[in-house]
C-alpha cells in the first residue's frame, strides 16, 4: 500500500564514492560531509504532514472498498488511491477525538465519536437514529449474523440490529461494563475483553467469565485474536495468554517478552505475530510460542522497532478499537502519538550473514588481560569483567547476544543487548568463557568468539597444602600413639617390677619358712616310732599341707614372676605354656594360629595368657583329657582365643571353682572384663570342654 512520506532527503552534497556492504546498506563518501548511509525503512510513518487531521491516531480500520480511515484526536481521515481525504467537523462543530470504527453489511462507515454514533452515508456524516447513550464508545464490531456489538466505558454493552437495541449488563453475567475488545470465533462466539473484570463469552444465550482465577494473565484486556488453529490469544496489562483445549497459557517478560501490557496482536501471515505497546512494535515468532507453551523451550525472541526503523515515536495509543489492523495486501498498520505506523512483512529485509564476533577485552580486578594467551590470575581477583560485541551494520544497537562460562554456568546466558558479562567469586580451576550473537533478521553465529584463562587457587586449597596438612595429621597421630605406647610401657615395667617384689618377699620369707616347717615335720615324723595311729595320721596331715601350701607359694611366685611374654609375642608364647603344662601328663596339644598378627596392649596380653594358663591346666588336672586344641585367630579388630578339649566335661549350670585354690571360672571372666573381652564356656558331662575369649585391639 504506497503511503505518502512527509520526511524529505537530506541535502548530502557531492557524492565522490559508493559502496555495498554484505548486509545491503548502501554507503557514500562525500566529498565534504563525511559518510552517509542508505538503507530501506522496515517501517513507514503517515503524519499530519501527509494530510491528517493530527499526529495522534486512535485507531484505524480499512472497509469493503480498500479505503483506510485513521481515527485521530482532531477527527477523522480517509486515505485511498493516493489521496488523503480529511473529515474535521459535523454539523459545524469539531468531530473531535474518534473513538471507533466499524462498517455494515451495507457498506456503511460507523464512527464513534464524542458522545454520538455516526453513519457515513453517500460522504455525508448523520447520527444513528437509535442510539440514544451518552457513554464513551470504545469499540465497535460486527459479528457473522451482521449484528453491529457496541462496547462502552462503564454503561453496558449493546447489540443493534436494523431495527432493534438490545442491552447487557453485569446484572445479566457480564464480567464488567468497561468494554474494552470485541471478536466472534469461528464458532460464532463472542469474546468480550473488559477493564478489569477478564474476559466473557457470549454463547448460547448466556455469558461465561475467565479471570486471573481460571489462569488468564490480566483482568485488563485491551485485543483478542483467534490463529489458524482455533486458538485465542489475549493481550492484557500483565502479559500474553493463549486460550487452547480449555486452559490458559501465559507469555510474560520472563518468557522473551519486550513488555507485559500490550495493546493490540496482529498476524503478518509469515508465521509472527506483531504486537504494539508504549515501547513500540515487536514481533514474535508463532512456533517459538508454541514451543514455550509446550515445554520445548524456555522463551521466545522479540525483535523490536522503534525511531531508527521508521517511526516517529515508539508510544502506542492504547484504550480503544481497533488501534491496528492487517490491510488487505498484508502490510499492518498501528497507531502511535505520531502518526500511522506501516510494517510490510513480505518486503522485510533479510539478513542471511551471520555477525562475525568478538571479545574487546576482558578486565580483572579492572586490569586488562592479554588476550594472545591463557593467563593464569590470583583467585584474590574479585572482579572479572569481559566485554564483546558483534559487527552489524545495519542495525548494530539491536544485535542479540548469549554467553557462557565453561565450569560455571550451566547453559547459555540470554542477555539481549547487553555486550558485557560480570563474574565474581569463582571458585579455582580452568575456565573458558564463549559468546555468540545474531542479526533481528538473520542467522545466528553459533561459533561466536572465546577467551579461556586459570583461576589459581590459594596456598590453603593446593593439593600440596592439603598432602602437607596429611602428613602433619599422620605424624600427630603415629606421635601419640607412640607417646601412648611408652607411658604403657613405663606402666607396665613399674607393674612388673612390683610383681617381682612381692615374689621375692614370698619366696623369700613365706616359702622359705614352710620349706623349714615342712622339714621340721618330716624330722618329727622320722623321730617318732611309737606314736597313736590318731597323732601319725595329724602329722601326716600337717605335712600335706605344709607342701601343698609351699607348692602354692611357689606357683605364685612363677605366676607373678613369669617372663613368658618379656621377649616373645603371644602367638609364640602359647605353644612353649602348653608345652611346660602338658609335659608330663601325656596329652595330646595342638596350636594353630590363623590371621595377621598384632599386639594387644601388654595388661591385656597379660591377663589373656593368665586365662589360657587357667584353661590348659584346667584340662590337665581336672578334665581327664587325651586331645586338646588350640586356636588363636586375629581379625581386623580383635583376636580370639578358642581352647577345646576331649576331657569328661562338666555342668556349667554349677558356677564352682574349678580347682580348689585356682581362680576358677569367676576369675577367667573377670581378667576377660578387665581387658574389655566377652568370654564364653560350653561343656556337658561326657562333652568335653570349650573355652571362647574374644579380646579388642583397642582395650
Not at 334 to 346: R, Y
Request: with cysteine; net charge neutral; charged share 20%.
Amino acid at each position: 500500500m504506497p503511503i505518502p512520506l512527509g520526511e524529505k532527503a537530506p541535502n548530502l552534497g557531492v557524492i565522490a564514492s559508493l559502496y555495498t556492504d554484505r548486509e545491503g546498506n548502501l554507503w557514500l563518501g562525500l566529498e565534504s560531509n563525511g559518510m552517509a548511509r542508505l538503507r530501506t525503512k522496515q517501517l513507514t510513518t503517515l503524519a499530519a504532514e501527509d494530510g491528517l487531521p493530527h499526529d495522534s491516531t486512535r485507531l484505524v480500520f480499512q472497509d469493503s472498498q480498500g479505503a483506510v480511515w485513521i481515527g485521530t484526536v482532531a477527527g477523522l481521515a480517509k486515505y485511498h488511491n493516493g489521496r488523503v481525504t480529511a473529515y474535521s467537523e459535523f454539523g459545524g462543530a469539531p468531530l473531535g477525538i474518534i473513538r471507533s470504527l466499524a462498517e455494515d453489511a451495507q457498506g456503511t462507515l460507523w464512527i464513534a465519536a464524542p458522545q454520538e454514533l455516526l453513519l457515513l452515508k453517500q460522504g455525508r456524516l448523520v447520527k444513528h437514529p437509535l442510539w440514544q447513550s451518552t457513554q464513551e464508545i470504545k469499540v465497535l464490531y460486527r459479528d457473522q449474523q451482521g449484528q453491529m456489538w457496541i462496547g462502552t466505558d462503564g454503561e453496558s454493552l449493546f447489540c443493534l440490529t436494523e431495527n432493534n437495541v438490545r442491552v447487557f449488563h453485569t446484572d445479566d453475567g457480564l464480567a464488567s461494563n468497561q468494554i474494552r475488545a470485541l471478536v466472534a470465533d469461528q464458532h460464532g462466539a463472542l469474546w468480550i475483553g473488559t477493564a478489569g473484570g477478564g474476559v466473557s463469552r457470549w454463547a448460547d444465550g448466556r455469558f461465561t467469565t475467565c479471570t486471573t482465577r481460571d489462569g488468564l494473565a490480566g483482568n485488563r484486556v485491551h485485543a483478542i485474536h483467534e490463529d489458524e488453529e482455533g486458538a485465542l490469544w489475549f493481550a492484557t496489562r500483565e502479559g500474553l495468554s493463549r486460550w487452547q483445549d480449555g486452559r490458559f497459557v501465559n507469555f510474560t517478560v520472563e518468557a522473551g517478552l519486550l513488555t507485559n501490557f500490550l495493546y493490540s496482536i496482529l498476524d503478518d501471515g509469515h508465521g509472527n505475530f506483531w504486537f504494539s505497546c508504549a515501547q513500540g512494535v515487536f514481533r514474535v515468532n508463532k512456533e517459538d510460542l508454541r514451543a514455550v507453551a509446550a515445554g520445548k523451550r524456555k522463551a521466545v525472541t522479540s525483535y523490536d522497532y522503534g525511531i531508527k526503523d521508521g517511526m516517529k515515536t515508539r508510544t502506542g495509543n492504547p484504550g480503544n478499537q481497533p488501534t491496528a489492523w492487517k490491510a488487505a495486501d498484508g502490510t499492518l498498520l498501528f497507531c502511535t502519538l505520531q502518526g500511522l505506523v506501516i510494517a510490510d512483512p513480505a518486503q522485510r529485509p533479510a539478513n542471511h550473514t551471520a555477525p562475525p564476533v568478538y571479545i574487546e577485552e576482558v578486565l580483572i580486578n579492572r586490569q586488562r588481560q592479554p588476550m594472545s594467551e591463557e593467563p593464569a590470575v590470583p583467585q584474590e581477583a574479585g572482579e572479572i569483567e569481559i566485554h564483546f560485541a558483534a559487527l552489524n551494520y545495519t542495525a548494530p544497537e539491536k544485535m542479540r547476544y548469549q554467553y557462557r562460562l565453561a565450569g560455571f554456568d550451566q547453559d547459555w546466558v540470554d542477555v539481549g543487548t547487553r555486550r558485557f558479562a560480570y563474574y565474581a567469586n569463582l571458585a579455582p580451576g580452568r575456565y573458558r568463557f564463549q559468546v555468540r550473537a545474531g542479526n533481528l533478521d538473520g542467522p545466528w553465529n553459533e561459533t561466536g568468539a572465546a577467551f579461556a584463562f586459570y583461576l589459581q587457587p590459594r596456598f590453603y586449597r593446593t593439593q600440596f597444602f592439603y598432602a602437607l596438612v596429611g602428613l602433619t595429621v599422620l605424624l600427630l597421630v603415629v606421635g601419640i600413639y607412640r607417646l601412648r605406647m611408652h607411658g604403657l610401657k613405663v606402666r607396665y615395667s613399674a607393674v612388673l617390677a612390683e610383681r617381682n617384689r612381692i615374689a621375692g618377699e614370698i619366696h623369700d620369707t613365706l616359702a622359705q619358712n614352710l620349706a623349714g616347717i615342712a622339714l621340721q615335720l618330716d624330722s618329727v615324723t622320722m623321730q617318732l616310732s611309737d606314736v597313736p595311729q590318731s597323732l601319725r595320721e595329724r602329722l601326716d596331715q600337717a605335712c600335706n599341707l605344709t607342701r601343698y601350701s609351699l607348692a602354692e607359694a611357689r606357683r605364685a611366685v612363677t605366676d607373678l614372676r613369669s617372663d613368658d611374654l618379656e621377649l616373645r609375642e603371644l602367638e609364640a608364647a602359647l605353644p612353649e605354656i602348653v608345652n611346660k603344662l602338658t609335659a608330663a601328663s601325656g596329652l595330646q596339644a595342638r596350636v594353630e594360629v590363623s590371621g595377621t598378627p598384632r599386639r594387644l596392649n601388654p595388661m591385656a596380653e597379660k591377663n589373656l595368657l593368665r586365662i589360657f594358663q587357667e584353661a590348659v591346666a584346667n584340662a590337665v588336672k581336672h578334665a581327664h583329657a587325651r586331645n586338646l586344641n588350640v586356636e588363636l585367630h586375629y581379625d581386623s579388630d580383635h583376636l580370639t582365643l578358642r581352647v577345646r578339649d576331649d576331657g569328661c566335661g562338666f555342668d556349667t549350670n554349677q558356677i564352682v571353682p574349678l580347682g580348689v585354690g585356682h581362680y576358677g571360672l569367676t576369675g577367667m571372666r573377670e581378667r576377660a572384663e578387665r581387658i574389655g573381652g566377652h568370654l564364653q564356656l560350653h561343656s556337658k558331662p561326657g562333652a568335653g570342654t570349650e573355652l571362647l575369649i574374644e579380646a579388642p585391639f583397642a582395650a
